[in-house]
């Protein structure tokens, strides 16, 4: 987000929120009550949650899935019987089974069965293949795996170097397996059929899971170059769902929660679903996010609410406007990203109410969510939490005189820190060397410890912020985060390129940064091979890590401790006039080879011609 006057919160545009805040303090007080449990032997969590649900509403939609709907009592017992037969094949609370499925009802009751359990789901990407899946997978030591039928060609393919026994892998075909389960493949348990006649109340053991146990281990890109495992604890669940659904969200049983966002990642399966969990409302699902079909499901399902992410947001604009585009039961959204660019035009095009943004890390300890529904904000956070000054250049917090850290100032931006505490604690990763080096000590006082989130907020005053930016070693693109890490070892296989660095870059209009490498070829420029490396790198990679631009350098610039300049590169981009000499190439949409930048392309693609 860029930030403009216009943004600064004053004190008469608080005083005019005063009547909303009223009007929804019994929900802000029960929301409060939920995020704050501080009873470790408190029952909680996903399990609990969506059993309160039931009570609440279980003849409504829980589910809606392309042409399938399931009530809150038909879900609730779907996931009982998932609950029931892995205990009864020795799943048990403290277990930790991958799961392996693209967005369709079967991975919310795969999930709902396993929480219930109070073992740990293991996210897996669905985009993810061969060595990174292997990383994913063996990373948090699985003692089952749930794949499902379209997944497992990808899933076979390494199935020799997973650690999983042979008599814990199960299938679940795709299509929908209440009514038809389906065949399993040679070597797959099927789920469905298998789980068919088990128990369908509700298990003891989701009344005997609490804050400290982990839900769900969702993967964030890391330094190394390879995916680390966040915990996401059932605490953590409470705080989403008292906090996004019960305070900010406020649905009911009549609202519908409508979502196209991967639900291996926290947004689509905490917020979004926790979020219609927590009004016992629908959760409306698609496989994949479709710009074209999107206003039509919202009317199908009479959504009055979405998820988003600002790409998503970005890609609905870009639709020919129509007569009816305002025309629609949307009155809330939820997600985070959306840009000042975009943020008015959409509201205003497709007449929302509320746009509820918000910030969160899954494997930190602070969010900000958009209560107050201002513009061009991430909201604000009861937390506590520090923007301080930031050397980019040595990508790393400033220190003073004394050794403290320094605040940035009053409307400026800085590296947002968050404090570490029983309030507040730090889940962190599986592995504790990871999570070591995301928490700052001595910040402002001896002994004191806060949460590095790596990303650049600026202050807009009374508690809110805006998002500008993502540091160090990963960048945002279609809303994903890609590691640069990852992404430069993969190029650097490609048997013409001898080196690459890879950052990301603006392109304007867009949200994110797009991938960009230099590279520096191990042929003459004339032999490089450039459709050909496409080719290779979207064999090995997911399509929003491919590098869409490239620039040829004979010699990579380092620090004197070997460190990538890559501040320089970020800002020349892909503009040959700015890359002192050396060509620059792109990957233009819809083509399979990199093509020389020319000042017509450069137009196109920063004219908004050539849309990424």
């Known amino acids: 987000m860029t930030s403009s006057t216009t943004d600064v919160i004053t004190w008469g545009m608080m005083l005019k929120k005063a009547p909303l805040i009223m009007r929804n303090l019994p929900r802000i007080i029960k929301g409060f009550r939920i995020s704050n449990i501080s009873d470790h032997k408190q029952p909680c969590g996903l399990g609990w949650t969506f059993e309160q649900a039931v009570k609440r509403n279980p003849r409504g939609t829980a589910i809606?899935?392309?042409?399938?709907?399931?009530?809150?009592?038909?879900?609730?017992?779907?996931?009982?019987?998932?609950?029931?037969?892995?205990?009864?094949?020795?799943?048990?609370?403290?277990?930790?089974?991958?799961?392996?499925?693209?967005?369709?009802?079967?991975?919310?009751?795969?999930?709902?069965?396993?929480?219930?359990?109070?073992?740990?789901?293991a996210m897996l990407n669905t985009s993810q293949t061969s060595k990174v899946l292997i990383h994913s997978f063996n990373l948090v030591k699985p003692k089952a795996a749930i794949v499902g039928g379209e997944l497992t060609d990808a899933f076979d393919e390494v199935r020799e170097d997973?650690?999983?026994?042979?008599?814990?892998?199960?299938?679940?075909?795709?299509?929908?397996?209440?009514?038809?389960?389906?065949?399993?493949?040679?070597?797959?348990?099927?789920?469905?059929?298998?789980?068919?006649?088990?128990?369908?109340?509700?298990?003891?053991?989701?009344?005997?899971?609490?804050?400290?146990?982990?839900?769900?281990?969702?993967?964030?890109?890391?330094?190394?170059?390879?995916?680390k495992a966040g915990i996401f604890r059932h605490g953590r669940w409470m705080k989403s769902y008292g906090g996004f659904g019960v305070m900010a969200m406020r649905l009911t049983p009549k609202d519908v929660m409508y979502s196209t966002l991967p639900l291996y990642h926290a947004t689509g399966l905490c917020v979004c679903w926790g979020s219609a969990i927590a009004g016992a409302s629908g959760f409306a699902i698609r496989r994949k996010f479709s710009a074209s079909n999107f206003w039509r499901d919202v009317r199908k399902y009479n959504a009055t609410a979405i998820g988003y992410v600002g790409e998503l947001c970005r890609y609905l604009l870009d639709q020919p406007e129509r007569s009816d585009d305002a025309n629609n039961p949307v009155r809330k959204m939820i997600g985070n990203g959306l840009r000042p660019n975009v943020w008015m035009p959409f509201k205003n095009r497709f007449a929302i109410e509320d746009i509820v943004e918000l910030y969160a890390a899954s494997d930190g300890n602070i969010g900000f969510t958009n209560f107050f529904n201002f513009d061009n904000t991430v909201g604000f956070s009861p937390m506590d939490w520090a923007l301080v000054e930031y050397d980019k250049e040595k990508e790393e917090p400033v220190r003073g005189p004394?050794?403290?850290?320094?605040?940035?100032?009053?409307?400026?931006?800085?590296?947002?820190?968050?404090?570490?505490?029983?309030?507040?604690?730090?889940?962190?990763?599986?592995?504790?060397?990871?999570?070591?080096?995301?928490?700052?000590?001595?910040?402002?006082?001896?002994?004191?410890?806060?949460?590095?989130?790596?990303?650049?907020?600026?202050?807009?005053?009374?508690?809110?912020?805006?998002?500008?930016?993502?540091?160090?070693?990963?960048?945002?693109?279609?809303?994903?985060?890609?590691?640069?890490?990852?992404?430069e070892n993969i190029v650097s296989n490609y048997p013409q390129i001898s080196e690459a660095v890879v950052y990301g870059v603006e392109i304007p209009n867009t949200n994110g940064r797009a991938g960009m490498a230099s590279i520096t070829p191990a042929v003459p420029l004339e032999?490089?091979?450039?459709?050909?490396?496409?080719?290779?790198?979207?064999?090995?990679?997911?399509?929003?890590?491919?590098?869409?631009?490239?620039?040829?350098?004979?010699q990579m610039e380092t620090t004197g401790t070997f460190k990538y300049q890559k501040s320089h590169l970020k800002e020349q981009a892909y503009d040959p006039s700015k890359t002192n000499g050396e060509q620059t190439y792109a990957l233009l949409p819809g083509s399979e080879e990199y093509v020389e930048i020319t000042p017509e392309i450069l137009s196109e693609i920063n004219g908004g011609k050539l849309r990424y």
């Not at 399993?184 to 509700?202: C, D, Q």
């Not at 450039?530 to 997911?542: G, I, N, S, Y």
């Open 64 to 121: 809606f899935y392309e042409n399938v709907r399931f009530s809150y009592d038909e879900f609730n017992q779907w996931g009982n019987r998932i609950a029931h037969y892995l205990m009864s094949q020795g799943i048990k609370k403290g277990d930790v089974v991958g799961v392996f499925i693209e967005n369709r009802p079967e991975l919310l009751a795969t999930v709902l069965g396993v929480a219930k359990i109070g073992a740990t789901c």
């Open 162 to 227: 997973l650690t999983v026994g042979a008599d814990q892998v199960y299938f679940l075909a795709d299509q929908d397996t209440t009514k038809d389960p389906g065949v399993a493949p040679e070597g797959y348990i099927n789920l469905a059929t298998e789980s068919a006649i088990s128990p369908s109340h509700n298990p003891d053991t989701t009344n005997r899971i609490y804050i400290a146990d982990p839900c769900f281990y969702i993967y964030t890109s890391g330094t190394t170059g390879l995916p």
């Open 402 to 487: 004394d050794g403290f850290m320094i605040k940035a100032e009053k409307g400026g931006q800085g590296l947002l820190i968050a404090e570490i505490s029983d309030k507040a604690p730090l889940d962190g990763y599986t592995d504790p060397t990871k999570t070591s080096k995301v928490i700052l000590t001595d910040v402002f006082e001896k002994g004191d410890r806060w949460f590095d989130t790596g990303d650049m907020l600026r202050d807009i005053g009374f508690g809110h912020a805006q998002f500008v930016d993502r540091l160090g070693d990963t960048f945002r693109w279609k809303g994903e985060n890609v590691s640069t890490t990852e992404v």
């Open 527 to 554: 032999e490089l091979d450039f459709k050909d490396l496409q080719k290779f790198l979207t064999a090995q990679l997911p399509a929003y890590a491919v590098p869409l631009f490239l620039r040829i350098k004979q």
